[in-house]
């Protein structure tokens, strides 16, 4: 009896595994020969599937928001880097300009403060200026401690451009030769054209467009014409004489063709000073 059962537990395995490889085989050959796998696969599939898309769609929208604001942040650091170095390089060119336009303008002052061999010059920087006084003072550097007076002439650009009208101990103010307003007082010049004859005037208005100083209300037949030098003649007894102004740069007549206004054109531009030289008087 029990041998029996033994034989019959080893039918049943066999049995069963014959089952098991003729249903793998039935569905090997079922799958092969159908175009679509069978409906509960299928269901099973479409539920992965969009399981998976619904998953994925919020993952995606993450993963690429993330990228997006690494490369926005990125970006924007290389931005600032690139404005920085922009800056940078703006800001050294514009010094550079600065330094090399000062640099030519201590050059003009020394070669005029060699040809002065009857003043002591005195170099000053220029430190402020006003933009409602712009055309009629500055403040120079200088004082009384530095031998500045009262009066003392200024130049600039190897010609006269003002006078001292206040000192003190470390600055002075100084009076621009361009001052056309009626408190000021004016400049006393003389024009020496090429056959030697002189016309004596006043510095009484500046050209804003053109940067030139105005000699006006002239009544005089002797020809004047561009190029002619212009300078100080002493009268008044405030500026000494000879000191170089400018030149002729036209001569303007009236219908009986007397000279009216005269155009000078000085050596230095008034609406670019930075550095001056004060004319001391040597004793």
């Known amino acids: 009896m029990h041998k029996f059962f033994s034989n019959r537990k080893w039918v049943i395995i066999i049995v069963c595994i014959v089952l098991a490889?003729?249903?793998?085989?039935?569905?090997?050959?079922?799958?092969?020969?159908?175009?679509?796998?069978?409906?509960?696969?299928?269901?099973?599939?479409?539920?992965?599937?969009?399981?998976?898309?619904?998953?994925?769609?919020?993952?995606?929208?993450?993963?690429?928001?993330?990228?997006?604001?690494?490369?926005?942040?990125?970006?924007?650091?290389?931005?600032?880097?690139?404005?920085?170095?922009?800056?940078?390089?703006?800001?050294?060119?514009?010094?550079?300009?600065?330094?090399?336009?000062?640099?030519?303008?201590?050059?003009?002052?020394?070669?005029?403060n060699a040809s002065l061999t009857d003043y002591q010059a005195i170099t000053s920087n220029v430190l402020s200026r006003t933009p409602s006084a712009w055309q009629s003072q500055f403040i120079i550097n200088k004082g009384s401690s530095a031998g500045v007076q009262k009066n003392m002439p200024v130049l600039g650009g190897n010609g006269l451009i003002g006078r001292v009208s206040e000192v003190n101990t470390t600055n002075s103010k100084v009076e621009l030769i361009s001052d056309n307003s009626d408190s000021s007082n004016k400049f006393s010049v003389a024009i020496t054209n090429k056959d030697g004859k002189t016309v004596n005037g006043l510095i009484n208005g500046f050209d804003r467009n053109t940067g030139e100083l105005i000699m006006g209300h002239l009544n005089t037949e002797i020809k004047l014409n561009k190029g002619d030098k212009v300078s100080t003649n002493g009268l008044g007894g405030i500026t000494p004489k000879g000191l170089y102004v400018g030149s002729v740069a036209k001569n303007t007549t009236d219908d009986y063709g007397t000279s009216s206004k005269v155009y000078i054109k000085t050596p230095a531009s008034m609406n670019d000073l930075e550095v001056v030289t004060v004319a001391a008087k040597k004793e």
């Open 21 to 112: 490889l003729g249903f793998m085989t039935l569905s090997v050959s079922t799958r092969n020969n159908r175009s679509m796998p069978p409906f509960i696969q299928r269901f099973g599939n479409d539920i992965v599937g969009i399981t998976s898309t619904v998953v994925a769609f919020p993952v995606n929208t993450v993963r690429h928001g993330s990228e997006n604001i690494n490369n926005l942040i990125n970006t924007y650091k290389e931005n600032q880097q690139l404005k920085s170095q922009v800056s940078t390089v703006v800001s050294t060119k514009v010094k550079n300009q600065a330094l090399q336009q000062e640099n030519a303008q201590l050059k003009r002052q020394l070669k005029m």
